[in-house]
């Protein structure tokens, strides 16, 4: 899995016009699945990303989203997995097919969730529009082992 997370102090999720997730203060997970995926990466990455210090406290990065009282909202994005090495136009074969990916976001927002962490969600597989104000900025790049 591959995560970008960003600190936001408000993000956004359209889908033909309507808001279908937002959220104030926390973080904006855009997130790839890969065919190799699992469970065992859906678990790692959400301890990881709900206990990350990268909330200020103290003028410091010392607090996590649960300190701060913050939410997630959660975008699925294949095209995380996106080569662009050669051509011109990526190739997306180290994403996960849909029938693979799908079960895999829903299992992730829900263990993000079973965290006490709130998550408002993207449409999986739909055009989305997402608005944000990052707040830093802090982005960060993760990849599970």
């Not at 301890?47 to 699925?76: M, N, P, Q, W, Y």
């Not at 849909?98 to 999986?124: I, M, N, Q, S, W």
Request: hydrophobic share 45%; proline share 5%.
């Amino acid at each position: 899995m591959r995560a970008v997370v960003q600190r936001v102090s408000q993000a956004a999720v359209r889908v033909d016009g309507a808001v279908t997730g937002e959220i104030g203060a926390g973080l904006l997970v855009l997130l790839g699945i890969a065919p190799t995926d699992g469970a065992d990466e859906v678990a790692w990455l959400a301890r990881k990303l709900v206990g990350l210090r990268i909330f200020e406290r103290d003028g410091r990065l010392d607090a996590d989203v649960t300190e701060v009282g913050g939410s997630i909202l959660c975008v699925s994005q294949f095209t995380l997995y996106g080569d662009c090495r050669k051509g011109r136009r990526p190739s997306f074969v180290g994403a996960a097919r849909p029938e693979h990916a799908k079960p895999l976001y829903d299992a992730f927002c829900d263990a993000v969730t079973a965290l006490d962490v709130p998550v408002a969600r993207g449409v999986f597989g739909a055009h989305m529009d997402v608005s944000l104000v990052n707040d830093g900025p802090v982005t960060l790049v993760i990849d599970t082992p």
